[in-house]
């Protein structure tokens, strides 16, 4: 059975961090291309990063580029997102998701294998 479940999400201020988790089971995470999608209020589904663990490669969106950090423990089957300089426009549903090859621009979750609940970050003064 496979399941994606995130953690860590919550409430905090412009200019803080916060270390979202995605534990997997019922797949092997190195085995496939490992993303994180957000949709913020009124928004569509917007693309964040990629990592492929097996092969060491990684992706952002020019929105988070340089203050967000996407790794993989393979160990522990488990996806990090390490989200730093929060804005108030980061505020959204994340959600970590997986497919067996590297994908973006997509417009919804369906478009993925497989997906979790998401976990709600809010950035705000």
């Known amino acids: 059975q496979v399941q994606l479940v995130e953690s860590g999400g919550g409430l905090v201020q412009p200019g803080g961090s916060l270390r979202l988790s995605c534990a997997a089971s019922g797949f092997t995470l190195r085995n496939y291309w490992m993303y994180w999608v957000r949709q913020a209020p009124g928004k569509g589904l917007e693309w964040v990063s990629a990592i492929n663990t097996g092969g060491g490669r990684l992706y952002y969106a020019d929105s988070v580029k340089g203050r967000f950090t996407i790794s993989g423990d393979n160990a522990k089957n488990t996806l990090y997102l390490q989200m730093n300089s929060l804005k108030p426009e980061d505020t959204a549903l994340y959600y970590c998701?997986?497919?067996?090859?590297?994908?973006?621009?997509?417009?919804?979750?369906?478009?993925?294998?497989?997906w979790g609940q998401g976990t709600q970050v809010t950035v705000s003064s």
């Open positions: 998701a997986s497919k067996d090859h590297y994908i973006r621009g997509v417009t919804t979750l369906h478009e993925y294998d497989y």
